[in-house]
Each structure stands twice: as C-alpha cells, then as structure tokens.
T-cell receptor, first 114, second 110 residues
Framework: EAGVAQSPRYKIIEKRQSVAFWCNPI?????LYWYQQILGQGPKLLIQ????????DSQLPKDRFSAERLKGVDSTLKIQPAKLEDSAVYLC????????????FGPGTRLTVL | SQQGEEDPQALSIQEGENATMNCSYK?????LQWYRQNSGRGLVHLIL?????REKHSGRLRVTLDTSKKSSSLLITASRAADTASYFC??????????FGSGTRLQVQP
C-alpha cells in the first residue's frame, strides 16, 4: 500500500510570495488533514476534510491560507502572501474515518520564508 | 483541551537502557495513540491503547493507560540508536482530529 505523498519536499520563498503544497492521501482514505509544525513544536492542525467537505478549519489563518480537496482525493494548501512566521514543515495526513482512527502522515514539506 | 502533554521534554540514554516517557491529558478519551517522528520525517503511528485497556505491548514497546489519572506512559526496552526520535502522544476523543503536544525528544547514545 502506497503511503501519503507530498510535494514538494522543500520550498524556499521570499515573504509576500505565494506557495502551494500538494498531498495525495492513501487510496480510500476519506479523511485528510493538514498540520503545521514549527521547529521544536508538535504538529498543529490547520484543516480537516471529510471526503471533499471541510470538517474543521478553526485554526486556519483564512486571510492568507486556503485549502481545497477536489473530488475527495488530492488536496492543495496555499499560502498567499507568505510571512516569515510561516516557516515550518507542513504535514499532510489521512485516515480511513474521522476520529477513533490511526492517522498516516506524509513526509512533509519544509517551507522557508526569507 | 484534547492535547496531550509529554514529559520529559528531552531524554538522553545509553544504548541498551530502557526509556520511559509520560503523557498527561485533560478530557475523556476513546483511545490514546503514540507516534514517533524521526528528524526530517513525518509522524509514524506506534501503538493505540483503548480506554478500556490498561496495558498493551508491541515488540519492545509497552504502553500503559490510567484513565482515572488521565495519564499514559510509553516504555521502550533495550533501546537502540535507531530509536532516537521525538515521541508524541495523542489522546483521541473521537470528536476532533488528533492534537499533539511538543513531544519528548529521545536521544539514544551508541
């Protein structure tokens, strides 16, 4: 079984530029999560999708961050415009069902904002 | 808050020794999960213990859960250099996505 795929693995941009990350979850997994992990901290949930609907985006900075999950499969997370404090690893995870279920994480995208 | 808090923040041991890390949480849970994160990688699920279980084993891992004290512990026996990683607990209430604390950074010296 293929794992969660993410791309790119690394991205360096200047502040005020835009950036997009892509995630392909495990086949058949209905739930998809995006986490932000700042160096030295644990992952912080940004948004949770159930199929192609948003379940929880309470911690997503909506003035600059957006995410979509087309057709309930792949997902993209976009930041526009980026700030220095957005430097972090962005992790995508998926699970078969929401709650009461193990989450499977991708390798992450390391974003550096200069 | 659903988030678990790991203790200690950092732990350094010699290869072959046992490593114990603890987790405390504040809400009622369906289960509690432990994850490992190697440097530069995503999190990997290690073990899940349900709320009606008190102890669970998987290879060199032993997890305990005390729901009355809202605490869990993860024991890694006969540690190896490859166990060097950050370890996170994730209390699962079944109502929200998992949330994570800052983890325990384990360093196993060869």
């Amino acid at each position: 079984e293929a794992g969660v795929a993410q791309s790119p693995r690394y991205k360096i941009i200047e502040k005020r530029q835009s950036v997009a990350f892509w995630c392909n979850p495990i086949s058949g997994h209905a739930t998809l999560y995006w986490y932000q992990q700042i160096l030295g901290q644990g992952p912080k949930l940004l948004i949770q999708f159930q199929n192609n609907g948003v379940v929880d985006d309470s911690q997503l900075p909506k003035d600059r961050f957006s995410a979509e999950r087309l057709k309930g499969v792949d997902s993209t997370l976009k930041i526009q415009p980026a700030k220095l404090e957005d430097s972090a690893v962005y992790l995508c995870a998926s699970s078969p069902i929401s709650g009461r279920s193990t989450q499977y994480f991708g390798p992450g995208t390391r974003l550096t904002v200069l | 808050s659903q988030q678990g808090e790991e203790d200690p923040q950092a732990l350094s041991i010699q290869e072959g020794e046992n490593a114990t890390m603890n987790c405390s949480y504040k809400t009622s849970i369906n289960n509690l999960q432990w994850y490992r994160q190697n440097s530069g990688r995503g999190l990997v699920h290690l073990i899940l213990i349900r709320s009606n279980e008190r102890e669970k084993h998987s290879g060199r891992l032993r997890v305990t859960l005390d729901t009355s004290k809202k605490s869990s512990s993860l024991l890694i026996t006969a540690s190896r250099a490859a166990d060097t990683a950050s370890y996170f607990c994730a209390p699962d209430t079944g109502r929200r996505a998992l949330t994570f604390g800052s983890g325990t950074r384990l360093q196993v010296q060869p």
